[in-house]
């Protein structure tokens, strides 16, 4: 008897022993659990930072990769349809190139998450707005004419565009086929060129170079005949002339679509703003700067050409302008008086496209 009751005893103390280690080992399973000091700085910097601060400048999206382009793809649709009735235009490329899903689709999603995105290069925003007007020549024009003069983006990647520009530029602006942002007008009866001219501005509040329009559309300035159809812009017609480069570019919704080498003056004396071409003359009389003595056309020691195209600011006459010159080797140095000068065969293409009211910027 005395035998089994300490045999139960025994047992009795073997599992409260049993139960007291469990019950500790428990405890120590579920004890809070400690990081060192760097790992909770750091843990606690990627919880407090916002997205937004990863995100450097350049950036071309501030919204999430679920922005799709559809609103271009329609656009795309759009501008490659001609006008239903006379008068009314395609659909304008710029519409296309301003909508915000066109500008967010240049950022790349980071692969971290959290909304934010890898910043692009400007260059490389260009080559993905390229990517999605793929097909459409109006809106990769725009694009490609305006990325041409955007001095952020590589000189050296500018020029290698030069050569894809002037095809779309020959293709959808300098040909009579119908393309985003131009209308097509019908010829009434004895309408000529100037006539037409003056019937866009009234139509579209835009002032159009007679001249341009022959280009364009490969006609004489005389000759229409009634229902003739001829292609006229719906955007103004702009010079950029940028003294750093030796360059004179002419713009088309702001989109290049030409451009020229000229000279410059010496000693910084080319202004830089914003002008207006007031005044268009062929074979100007000229105004020699250092005698005050006036030139006829023609004269000998007349220096300005066979066009003038004169800038106003704040409507007076700066006395500087855009002329030829006698001296071919000057273009493309810093020489002249101030004015802008351009080889004889160059001025006489501007002077015909460049209406007059036309804005001119000079940049350094």
Known sequence: MNHHATRRRGLRAMLVAAIVLCAGTLAWMLRPVQSPPELQTRASAVLTTPAAASVPEPVASTVSSGATPAALSDGQARAGRGPSSDDHSAESATAILTQDAVVASAGAPNAAGGGATIPRTH???VEARLKLAVGDDDAQRVILGRAIIDERIPEAWRRLQWEKLQTLNDARVFSRRNAAGFRQLTVRKGESLWAIAQRAKRTTGVAVAHGLLATINGVPATGLQPGDRVKVPEHAFEVLVDKSAFRLYLL???AVVHHVAVGIGREDRTPEGVFTISSRIV????????????????????????????FSADGRKTGFGIHG?????????????????LAELDLTRV??????????????
């Open 123 to 125: 260059q490389e925003e």
């Open 252 to 254: 088309l919704d702001g």
């Open 283 to 310: 074979h100007p009389d000229w105004t020699d700067p250092k005698t005050g003595k006036t030139i006829p056309f023609g004269a000998p020691g007349h220096l300005i050409g066979s066009r003038w195209l004169g």
């Open 325 to 341: 010159t006698v001296d071919p080797e000057s273009i493309g140095k810093a020489l002249s008086d101030g004015c802008v000068r």
């Open 351 to 364: 002077f015909e496209w460049i209406p007059e009211g036309a804005l001119v910027r000079i940049r350094p």
